[in-house]
């Protein structure tokens, strides 16, 4: 588990295919004491297994189902790729749950630069777009933002100035693909609409009688 507020921005020192696997060697600046192998590290948003350590940054493999869904399999040499370590039980959650299962892949439709900060558009596909909320939350290239507004197709973001200086989001340009999680809480509040409430005596629908009981409303 993550809280989209990025550590470091690291670099793809090599990337090797493996099968149907891509093993992505990673230098960066990140405190890697008490790492272990086996331990979780988000790349782009991507939660990755460490499979390898050095004192100059660490190496993860990325499996077929991940390169699907995100943009992870458009890796290569020199890349800039947004770092964060896993949440430990006694860190403040500054940002949002984040858990580095990217839901998919959108792309940047607009940049707009001003003086104190960015703002950039996102096109997503309609399974993203329908948990994407105004002032809710989002995942950019793990990421935690505030989404400002949004439609059925696109969603607006504003990046502030210490973002901006300390992930790779500003260096998108148009066109671009990023790696988009949505937020957990949406998707399981659809699921239990879906499949309903527990009862006493099994699984039901909901009601407006349900909800009154509960007081929903």
Same mark, same amino acid.
């Given at each position: 588990?993550?809280?989209?507020?990025?550590?470091?921005?690291?670099?793809?020192? $090599?990337?090797?295919?493996?099968?149907?696997?891509?093993?992505?060697?990673?230098?960066?600046?990140?405190?890697?004491?008490?790492?272990?192998?086996?331990?979780?590290?988000?790349?782009?948003?991507?939660?990755?297994?460490?499979?390898?350590?050095?004192?100059?940054?660490?190496?993860?493999?990325?499996?077929?189902?991940?390169?699907?869904?995100?943009?992870?399999?458009?890796?290569?040499?020199?890349?800039?790729?947004?770092?964060?370590?896993?949440?430990?039980?006694?860190?403040?959650?500054?940002?949002?749950?984040?858990?580095?299962?990217?839901?998919?892949?959108?792309?940047?439709?607009?940049?707009?630069?001003?003086?104190?900060?960015?703002?950039?558009?996102?096109?997503?596909?309609?399974?993203?777009? $329908?948990?994407?909320?105004? $002032?809710?939350?989002?995942?950019?290239?793990?990421?935690?933002?505030?989404?400002?507004?949004?439609?059925?197709?696109?969603?607006?973001?504003?990046?502030?100035?210490?973002?901006?200086?300390?992930?790779?989001?500003?260096?998108?340009?148009?066109?671009?693909?990023?790696?988009?999680?949505?937020?957990?809480?949406?998707?399981?509040?659809?699921?239990?609409?879906?499949?309903?409430?527990?009862?006493?005596?099994?699984?039901?629908?909901?009601?407006?009688?349900?909800?009154? $009981?509960?007081?929903?409303?």
């Amino acid at each position: 588990m993550f809280t989209g507020l990025i550590e470091d921005v690291g670099t793809i020192k $090599k990337v090797d295919k493996k099968g149907n696997f891509v093993s992505l060697l990673i230098g960066c600046n990140l405190d890697l004491t008490g790492t272990r192998i086996g331990d979780s590290i988000a790349v782009d948003g991507v939660c990755l297994t460490v499979v390898e350590l050095s004192s100059k940054g660490f190496r993860v493999e990325v499996s077929p189902e991940t390169l699907h869904r995100s943009n992870l399999r458009e890796m290569m040499e020199r890349r800039k790729v947004n770092l964060e370590r896993a949440l430990r039980l006694s860190d403040r959650l500054g940002g949002h749950i984040v858990l580095g299962h990217a839901d998919g892949i959108g792309k940047i439709k607009e940049v707009s630069r001003d003086v104190d900060s960015v703002s950039i558009s996102v096109s997503a596909p309609e399974q993203i777009m $329908k948990y994407v909320i105004e $002032k809710g939350s989002v995942a950019i290239d793990g990421i935690s933002l505030t989404v400002n507004e949004c439609n059925e197709k696109e969603f607006g973001i504003t990046i502030i100035p210490h973002t901006a200086s300390h992930t790779t989001l500003c260096e998108k340009n148009v066109g671009d693909s990023v790696n988009i999680e949505n937020d957990i809480i949406g998707k399981y509040v659809e699921r239990f609409l879906i499949k309903g409430s527990v009862k006493e005596d099994g699984y039901g629908d909901i009601s407006m009688e349900f909800l009154s $009981k509960h007081g929903f409303i």
